[in-house]
C-alpha cells in the first residue's frame, strides 16, 4: 500500500498485508503476545518457552552456553548472535524489523550487522529519557507535576532533613534513584533507623528524587508520539506491593483495566497531562510508545506524574487488548507506523476523544507471580501455558492449552502465561508466570479480593519442587533480586 493512511479501516488494512518480517526479540512474548495475531509476518523471538513449542509464531533456539545474564539486554544480545536466530531471521528473507523491550548500543550494532531496523529511538535517548531525574524536568517542562519533591545528591541523614526541611516536604519521604524497577529502588524513609537501612544504596548516585509521601494510589497510562500528536490509551490500575505476589514492598505485580477504578476528574486530567507529556518528548527528539505511572492523592484527587517508561512495558498487553483496540487497533499500531516511513494523517485528537469514553474500556486483570519465599529450589512440575478453571470451592484446575487470552470466557477461568517452568530454579523474586482474568482482581479497598487470592493460591499449588541438595548443579543458583525480564 503506497497511499497515505487517513482513516483507521486502512490502518487495519494496511498491517493485515504488512509484507516486512517483524520480530519481537525479548526473554518472552508477554509485552507484545497476540500481536502475531493482527500483523501478516509478526514473530517472536525469545529465550524462555512459555509455550513447550506448541505457539505458531514463537521461535525458541536451543540453549547455547553464555555468561550469566545481568540484564534483559545481555539475553537479546545473546539471542542476535545466536546461529538459530540468525538462519532463521535470513531464512525468513526480506526487510526485517526488531522491536525490543530493552536493549542497548550493543543491540543497535548487532541489528545493524544484520541488517535489521531498529524501530525504536536510539537506546542512548531513552537512556536519557529513563533516568527518574530528567522524567521531573520533561514533566516540569510539559507542565505536568510531579509529587513535591528535591532533586540532589543525599549523603547523610542530617543533610537530607535539612534538605527537606528547606523544601518543605516534611520528614515522612519517598526517596528514588535514577535507574531500575520501583520494586529495588524505591525507599520509605521516615527516621534514622529507615535511612540506616537503605543508605548505601542512596548515597552512591549523583542525584535522586527526594518526595514529599503522599496517601496514594497508582495509575499507569501508556501513549504513542507520532509527528500528527499523542495518542492515549486508558488509565490502568497498578497493583503494588502486594504480599501474595512479590516480596519486593514497591514492586508492580500486575495491572486492573477497569472504568471505575478512578474517578472521571482524575482519569480526564491522567489523560490530559500524558497528552502533554507526548508532546514535549517529541520536542526532546522522542517518537513512538511509551508509559507512564501516575499517583493520585486520595486527599485532594490531585494527580502526579511518577515515572517514566520510554518503551513498552508490562501494562503493554492489557493496553493492547482493551476494547479500543478491537473497535479500532491496538495503541502499538501507531508506533509501528510512525516508524514504518508510511505517510498517514489521521485525526489523532479525534481518536483521543473516542477513546476516553468508559466504553471502550473492558474489566480485565493481570496478575504477575513472583516466587515470595527465600527458598531456592528446582522446579519439578509446573503449571503449563493454557486455560485453568475454577470451582465454587475455590480449587484451581488445568483445562486445555491455550496461546490466546482472549479465549478466556468468563470469570470462572484464567489463562495462565508460564515463565517458570521444569528444570528452572525457583528463588525469592523469580518470575512464576502471568495470570489474566476478565473482571477485577482487586476490590473497592483495592487490595487483592477472595477471588484473586484463590486463583494465586489455586496456581500456585501445581508447582512442586526439589532441593538443591537433591540435584546436581552445573551453574550457580540465581540470588534474590535477580533483573526482571518483563
Known amino acids: ?119 525504536f529511538p536510539s537506546a542512548e535517548l531513552r537512556q536519557r529519557c529513563d533516568n527518574k531525574m530528567e522524567t521531573v524536568r520533561i514533566g516540569n517542562k510539559a507542565g505536568v507535576p510531579s509529587v513535591p519533591n528535591v532533586l540532589s545528591k543525599v549523603e547523610s541523614y542530617p543533610q537530607l532533613l535539612e534538605l527537606c526541611k528547606a523544601n518543605k516536604l516534611g520528614t515522612d519521604l519517598v526517596i528514588q534513584t535514577a535507574f531500575g524497577d520501583s520494586g529495588h529502588t524505591t525507599f520509605f524513609i521516615s527516621n534514622e533507623e529507615e535511612w540506616k537501612k537503605y543508605a548505601d544504596e542512596i548515597v552512591k548516585d549523583p542525584e535522586v528524587k527526594v518526595m514529599k509521601r503522599i496517601n496514594c494510589r497508582g495509575g499507569t497510562l501508556e501513549a504513542c508520539v507520532t509527528k500528527h500528536g499523542t495518542v492515549v490509551g486508558p488509565l490502568l490500575t497498578e497493583i503494588v506491593g502486594a504480599k501474595e505476589l512479590t516480596p519486593y514492598k514497591g514492586g508492580w505485580c500486575g495491572n486492573e483495566v477497569f472504568p471505575g477504578a478512578f ?117 519439578e512440575q509446573a503449571p503449563q501455558t493454557g486455560i485453568y478453571r475454577m470451582d465454587q470451592s475455590g480449587h484451581v484446575s488445568y483445562h486445555r492449552f491455550e496461546n490466546r487470552r482472549m479465549a478466556v470466557e468468563n470469570e470462572q477461568e484464567a489463562y495462565w502465561l508460564r515463565i517458570t517452568g521444569p528444570g528452572d530454579y525457583r528463588y525469592e523474586g523469580a518470575d512464576l508466570g502471568i495470570l489474566i482474568t476478565r473482571g477485577r482482581s482487586m476490590g473497592d479497598d483495592f487490595k487483592l479480593n477472595a477471588r484473586a487470592e484463590s486463583w494465586i493460591k489455586g496456581i500456585k499449588a501445581l508447582y512442586q519442587g526439589k532441593p538443591l541438595g537433591a540435584v546436581q548443579m552445573e551453574e550457580p543458583a540465581p540470588t534474590a533480586g535477580s533483573f526482571k525480564i518483563l
Open 263 to 379: 474517578t472521571e476528574k482524575a482519569r480526564l486530567t491522567a489523560r490530559d497531562y500524558a497528552y502533554m507529556f507526548g508532546n514535549q518528548l517529541l520536542k526532546e527528539g522522542y517518537r513512538g510508545y511509551f508509559d507512564l505511572d501516575f499517583l493520585v492523592d486520595q486527599d485532594t484527587e490531585e494527580v502526579y506524574l511518577g515515572e517514566l517508561n520510554p518503551r513498552i512495558c508490562g501494562a503493554s498487553p492489557m493496553t493492547n487488548h482493551a476494547a479500543f483496540a478491537y473497535a479500532d487497533v491496538p495503541l502499538f499500531f501507531f508506533h509501528l507506523l510512525e516508524f514504518s516511513g508510511i505517510d498517514f494523517d489521521i485525526d489523532i485528537e479525534d481518536l483521543n476523544r473516542r477513546w476516553k469514553d468508559p466504553k471502550y474500556i473492558n474489566n480485565w486483570s493481570q496478575l504477575v507471580m513472583k516466587h515470595i519465599d527465600e527458598s531456592v529450589d528446582i522446579v
Open 1 to 119: 500500500m503506497s497511499k497515505m493512511i487517513t482513516n483507521i479501516s486502512d490502518l487495519r488494512l494496511f498491517f493485515h498485508r504488512n509484507d516486512r518480517p517483524i520480530y519481537f526479540i525479548s526473554a518472552t512474548n508477554f509485552n507484545l503476545a497476540g500481536m502475531d495475531e493482527r500483523i501478516l509476518h509478526f514473530k517472536h523471538i525469545n529465550y524462555i518457552d512459555c509455550y513447550d513449542g506448541r505457539h505458531p509464531n514463537v521461535f525458541v533456539p536451543s540453549r547455547q552456553p553464555h555468561p550469566e545474564f545481568e540484564s534483559i539486554e545481555d539475553i537479546n544480545n545473546y539471542l542476535l548472535q545466536h546461529k538459530e536466530v540468525i538462519d532463521y531471521i535470513k531464512g525468513r528473507g526480506g526487510k526485517p524489523v526488531a522491536i525490543f523491550l530493552m536493549f542497548d548500543e550493543k543491540t543497535e550494532q548487532l541489528c545493524e550487522e544484520l541488517g535489521i531496523e531498529l524501530w
